[in-house]
């Protein structure tokens, strides 16, 4: 796990929350009108997730979480870019948040689009494009190339993030910040820490 501890305590929230889900003992919790009005004047969430857009995968779901505690971006594919990383810095200097969690999952779109190749019409090649350095670093490991491929591209872009400057590699390095990857199994509705 991660050194500091308040960090740690943070990533347990979220683990915890996903065993009461995947266990079907959700507790929904921050999900009444008391949590919208305490979050009329301003958000704190605890942690970000960096998920795809699929919508099996709904991080607060997921996570048993409530409104206003996750900062969630969400693209498909988990990809990371300008605007993406943008969001993450938002989230972590403005907002005070010390966790970021990169989400890939099973069964990925994607991903699988990125892995089998072909013509990718419009802004959607865009996407495979960024997702082609997972398929080159899965390729030749044992197991399953997408599935592979899906985590590689969890943690390639957990890397992007925490070396991202000028602003976020530098709170990865200073302790301020961790950066985690992780994969979501649809099946069984367990998250892996990669």
Known sequence: MISDSAINQTLQ???EGNKRFAAMKATHPNQGKERRD???GGQKPFAVIVGCSDSRIPPEILFDQGIGDLFVVRLAGNVVHDTALGSVEYAVDHLGVRLVVVLGHSKCGAVTA???GGEAHAHIG???DMIQPAIAHAKGKSGDLIDNAIRENARLAAGIIASSGPMLGKMVHEGKIAV???YYDIDTGM???L
């Open 126 to 128: 865009s996407i495979t």
């Open 38 to 40: 305490e979050v009329k």
């Open 114 to 116: 990125a892995a089998k």
């Open 191 to 193: 998250v892996e820490l």
């Open 180 to 182: 985690v990857p992780a």
């Open 13 to 15: 929230t979220l683990i």
